[in-house]
């Protein structure tokens, strides 16, 4: 049966930011093999209060001490994901709409957002094995965005001697949206940084491609290269995934379990109680695939 490794995503119920050890004690009994942590700029009226920085700003290393929380003995197959800003629409502490800015065009603001993710790195006492990050406006070119991600893997590279996974996740109101637009990303990576094809890569989200892609959704999951698909994320506008959802989930896991190497896959839930449900759900769309191709038993 063809398997995955499960990233325990990011639910409400933890401390928010906070350390590993928390999310790890949730994730292991699961059989997870990453917790996400979330490394958004400073996100709500809480964050300003506690850090002193306005809303959207890249932390600084005092916020970064003040909003997550350090374990002492950490496990040593402990492994994680890091979250990076979204920039989706937030309130700021007046109750206006306020969106984080993706620079990926400002090589200074890539040294400062790579710089904010090694304090946090520092902090938790480990480096990720994945970062994921998003593409921004239409101002940010796929060129900007792989020079980026190369700048991140080799700051990495820098600080701790490891390299981690840097993804790209595409969303439906963001500049990489559609399978053809994730194909020419790729594109671009291969032409202009082949040498980090293997460390880079995409996190497939189905339910943006289906927001984006709407009734051409076949095609477009049919147009994003299989050999750029490291991770998944699974779910239905952040609802658990189920049989009756829009998104054509075997025709999805179809593509999964076909990927070469073995597929990552994010429950994007927010609820403790809804991850156990959603694991499942994606262990059974492997499975069934298979089953169907299976020979008669010998
Ligand atoms: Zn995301």
Redo the contacts with the bound molecule.
Sequence with gaps: MPGADYIYPNVTEVTQRGGLLERWRLAEPLGCAYIEIPADFVKNKTEVERTGQEIGSILNRSSVELLYEQDTALPGNLRYLL??E?A?PRRDPHGRQTTANLRWRDPGWVADFGDMLLEIEDFLGIPPEII???PGDRRNTHADIVTAMHALIAAHWNAFGTEPLVLL?H?KDQSISTGSQIRSFWATLKDIHPEIAGLAGI?L?PWHLHAAAKEDFPGSLGEVPPDSLRAF?IHNDLRPPSPEDRVPWPQVFGMIADVSKTPRIKP?VYQKSRVPAAINFCREMLAAPRAAYAGPPA
């Design positions: 979250h990076t979204p989706i994921e990050i998003h996740e969303h996190a989200d994320h994007v």
